[in-house]
């Protein structure tokens, strides 16, 4: 599905801003700050603010999932089924890809059990990559 048709689809404006933003996060394979996104789009002449206040509505209308990072800053990505989980090195930072979601199961019996309909889970994992445990030894 096109850029213009997920916003359209969700009720939202079609903006010059919300594309570029949008398009940014879609072309990355991490999940992306607003920072990130920021620097990316320094040539767009859009400034931070901006690009906090897309995201947030974007958030809002379930374009995008956020999640919270163990350091406290905000990452994005699409909301698709196809969506990604990461493991995060707790000193070089880096993320390292979980390639198939291990909570959809849990959410199917969640939603059984409780009678809910889950719209969105954060699921994140820390630690020391391999790279790091050979620099600590």
């Given at each position: ?30 999940p ?6 920021y620097?990316l789009?320094?040539?767009?002449d859009?400034d931070?603010?901006?690009i ?12 995008l ?8 800053i ?22 390292y ?12 019996k ?7 309909i ?7 994992f ?5 790279e ?6």
């Amino acid at each position: 599905m096109s850029i213009e048709n997920i916003l359209k689809n969700k009720n939202l404006k079609v903006t010059k801003q919300r594309k570029l933003i949008l398009e940014t996060i879609e072309n990355q394979t991490n999940p992306t700050s607003a920072e990130d996104i920021y620097k990316l789009l320094k040539n767009c002449d859009m400034d931070i603010s901006t690009i906090y206040r897309n995201l947030n509505i974007l958030e809002e209308k379930n374009v995008l999932l956020k999640t919270t990072n163990i350091d406290g800053i905000n990452y994005y990505q699409l909301n698709t089924s196809d969506h990604k989980h990461f493991i995060t090195c707790n000193i070089c930072h880096k993320k390292y890809t979980i390639e198939n979601c291990p909570i959809h199961d849990l959410e199917e019996k969640i939603e059984k059990e409780k009678g809910f309909i889950i719209k969105a889970h954060n699921f994140e994992f820390s630690g020391i990559c391999p790279e790091c445990q050979k620099k600590i030894k």
